[in-house]
Structures are given as C-alpha cells and as structure tokens.
C-alpha cells in the first residue's frame, strides 16, 4: 500500500467542512467517537468501504458498523421493527448497534455480503457535526490495524495507521474506551446479544422486557465457523503474551518477577514495586474500560516479558465488555 502522509486535526468549523467534502469524494478520515476511535467512509459508496478493508487489512468477510446522524436515518437502510424503534429512541444517540435486515441502498461490501446491517447513531459531538456536514451514512469500524487493540486517541491511530490514511480528526480521548454493544433484531421474538459493550446488557433487557440470547461463540476462532461474524476469538490482542488473573498475588510474589508488569483493577495498597500498575483509583469499571486500551498499548510499547492483568468481578454493567475483551486479548494465536 502507497506510503501517504497522515494529518491530525482538530475540529475547527473549516477542517470540518474540509473532512466532510473528502468523505464525499470517497476519501477516508479516523474520526473520534464516544466507544473508540472509528475509520469512517461513505456507506453508500462500495469502493470507500473497499479502502477501509484495504487500510486496515481487515479480513473482506467482517462487516463494517455503518453511522446515522439522526435515527430517522435508518428506514432508508434498514427494516425497522418496533424494538429498534424503542431501543433507538431509548439509547441514541449512544454506544448501541443494531443488527437489522438491510434494504438495497447499502452495498454488499459494506455488510460482507450479509443480508442484515450493523447501524449506530454516535455521541461524540464533532463525529456527529462530521456526520451532518457530509450528509451521508459513513460506515466505520474501529481505527485500528487489524486484530490489535482498538485507538482510544488520535494518536494511538496514528501508531497503527499513519502512513495508510490522510486524515485524523481529533476529539481528545474517547469518554466509554471500550466498543458499543451489538444487538442481533433481525428476528423481534428472539433479540441477541452478539458483543457486550459501553451499554449494559441490563439496560436493553429492560427497555425491550425480555432477555437477551447470546448465541454460542465458535471453539477455536475458527473463521470458516463463525457465526456472528467478526467475533473471532482472538481480537485486540497486544504482542506482549497476557496472563488473565481472577485475583493477582501479593506484593512480594509481584516483587519477584519484576521483568513481568501487574495490572490491578483498583490501585493497591503502598508501598507497591514498580512493577505495578492500576486502571482506576477505586477500581470503578468504568474507569477501568475507559483506560483499558491505552493501558494494553502504553505496556505493550515497553520491554515487558508478560502483562498481567486481573479480571473485572461481577456479570453485569461493565463487567462483561472488560472481560470480553481481555479474553479475547489474551486466546492463543
Ligand atoms: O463502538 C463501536 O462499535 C466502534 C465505533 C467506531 O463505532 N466500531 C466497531 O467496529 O467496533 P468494528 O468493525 O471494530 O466491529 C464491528 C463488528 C463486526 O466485527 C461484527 O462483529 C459486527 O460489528 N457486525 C457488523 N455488521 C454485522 C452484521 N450485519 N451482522 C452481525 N454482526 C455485524
Ligand atoms: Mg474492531
């Protein structure tokens, strides 16, 4: 791929107005959203979602996320049914997809060929003025190279894709960290939850009342068996092998293996070895996720022989996406 030079920008009225004209033209810009950073290009147009594939090396058989900047956007790609109607107007604009079929109007390369559609309304307030300047659907998946772990700033996409794309639109570090929750409602009687996300589980069970399937994931990651495509199992993976702890040991068993980092959820008690880290001050989930990716990148960037990290407790809230994550982060290769 053609080296090109990469700008980061901020969102000034005339940047915007230029981004949005190179969406148009089929161009792709990274752009800031509440979950993670997202590589957007025009949803409509086959050859800018052909370019997403291309810069991030992203497998053609995973389907890209498309955005709206208004829900009454979505009856022009998708079939609505009542759900979407009441999860939409209860969580959008907000870190939730939805997984509907889709009408013609949205090309086959975008959705891998699939006869359904992934489709968000984002919250970040310069994605959404992007969104409205350029006037059309931008399908964007996360902006990062694939398989490594998802950009939570501007400059974490530059890591992984400078050199590959134009421009970055800085918003400053993203708000939730982790991605938005996916909702299977191609089939009203049976809503499933294909990825836990920045939106509890909870939250969506109450606006349907009724629970949410989650269909079995594939053993082994095996592309050919996947179901819910995209959901390999292996996925935002440092190089740095990771070990996952449900507790991790104490102070002086860290103090030992001090070539290896420890990474707590709360910050430990002091005096700690420097080898340790922490994602929260209090252990807060939400701090935790925000921090998580950045966390992985800054370690994986060091001379670290093991990362070690321990697992969020609890099955629901924010619980569920940390350890989705970190499981993925961590299956063999
Ligand atoms: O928070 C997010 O969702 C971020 C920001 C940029 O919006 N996007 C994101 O996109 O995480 P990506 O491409 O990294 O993950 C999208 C996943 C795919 O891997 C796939 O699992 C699922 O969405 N997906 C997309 N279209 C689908 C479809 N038609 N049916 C089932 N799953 C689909
Ligand atoms: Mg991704």
Redesign the pocket.
């Given at each position: 791929m053609a080296t090109v030079t990469t700008r980061v920008l901020r969102g000034t009225p005339r940047n915007l107005n230029r981004l949005a004209a190179a969406l148009r033209r089929g161009e792709l810009v990274a752009v800031p959203?509440e979950?993670?950073?997202?590589l957007a290009g025009d949803a409509l147009n086959p050859d800018a979602a052909d370019a997403i594939f291309a810069a991030k090396g992203r497998p053609a058989n995973?389907?890209?996320?498309v955005?709206l900047h208004d829900r009454r956007q979505l009856a022009s790609l998708a079939v609505v049914n009542e759900s979407a109607l009441k999860l939409a107007r209860a969580f959008w604009p907000g870190?939730l997809?939805l997984?509907l079929p889709k009408l013609p109007a949205v090309p086959d390369r975008v959705?891998s060929g699939?006869a359904?559609?992934?489709v968000?309304v984002?919250s970040h307030p310069l994605f959404r003025k992007l969104l409205r300047l350029c006037g059309r659907p931008l399908a964007?998946?996360?902006a990062n190279l694939f398989g490594y772990l998802?950009p939570t700033t501007a400059e974490h996409v530059r890591a992984g894709l400078g050199g590959r794309i134009r421009s970055i639109l800085d918003g400053g570090p993203c708000a939730f960290g982790l991605?938005?929750t996916?909702v299977?409602l191609r089939d009203e009687a049976r809503p499933a939850l294909?990825?836990p996300?920045?939106l509890a589980r909870e939250a969506i069970e109450a606006v349907l009342s009724r629970k949410l399937r989650v269909p079995a994931q594939p053993a082994g990651g095996d592309r050919a068996q996947v179901v819910?495509?995209?959901?390999l199992t292996r996925h935002y993976s440092p190089r740095t092998p990771l070990v996952l702890h449900a507790s991790l040991p104490a102070a002086a068993v860290v103090a030992r293996h001090s070539q290896e980092v420890f990474v707590f959820l709360a910050r430990p008690p002091t005096p700690h070895p420097a080898n340790v880290r922490w994602l929260d001050e209090r252990g807060d989930l939400r701090g935790v996720a925000r921090r998580l990716f950045a966390e992985l990148r800054a370690l994986d960037d060091g001379a670290w022989k093991k990362i070690h990290v321990e697992l969020a407790r609890g099955d629901d809230g924010w619980g569920p996406a940390i350890n989705d994550r970190l499981h993925r982060a961590a299956a063999k290769r």
């Open positions: 959203t979950t993670v950073y997202g995973d389907p890209l996320i955005h870190p997809t997984v959705t699939h359904s559609v992934a968000r984002p964007a998946p996360s998802s991605e938005s996916i299977d294909l990825r996300g920045a819910a495509p995209g959901q």
